[in-house]
């Protein structure tokens, strides 16, 4: 009976490390109008003069990313994992990209997926310091 609690519980664990978004392991589209739009959140902010050369951090929160058209309607919400990564299965179109809960709305794109493809795109958190 221990035994099979102890399996069990590896399992869950084992499932649950898997199941991380990680970019370099999504799923392919579901089916064959939709496409994958994958990434991560980088944080813009950064107190004082921005030096040259400077790349932003990852921004390692779970927050929101929003997936827009073209009239900048959202048409799409995903949840980030604890470091950033997120991934959006939508149809194929034109779409641009913004975190949620970002103070400064910085948008990103235009990202242009089509059917069946998987794109690698940035998505920015800007708090406006500086």
């Not at 390692?60 to 959202?74: F, G, L, R, S, Y």
Request: with cysteine; proline share 10%; glycine share 6%.
């Amino acid at each position: 009976m221990k035994n099979s609690i102890l399996i069990i519980i590896a399992a869950v664990i084992f499932l649950n490390f898997i199941s991380c978004t990680d970019p370099d392991a999504l799923p392919t589209p579901p089916d064959k109008d939709a496409g994958i739009i994958y990434g991560q959140v980088f944080d813009l902010s950064h107190p004082g003069p921005i030096p040259v050369g400077w790349e932003p951090p990852a921004y390692e929160n779970i927050c929101t990313v929003i997936a827009q058209d073209t009239d900048q309607n959202i048409s799409i919400e995903s949840r980030t994992s604890a470091k950033g990564f997120f991934s959006i299965t939508a149809p194929a179109g034109k779409y641009y990209l913004r975190v949620k809960a970002s103070p400064i709305s910085s948008v990103t794109g235009p990202y242009f997926l089509s059917p069946g493809v998987m794109i690698q795109a940035k998505a920015y958190y800007d708090s406006g310091m500086r």
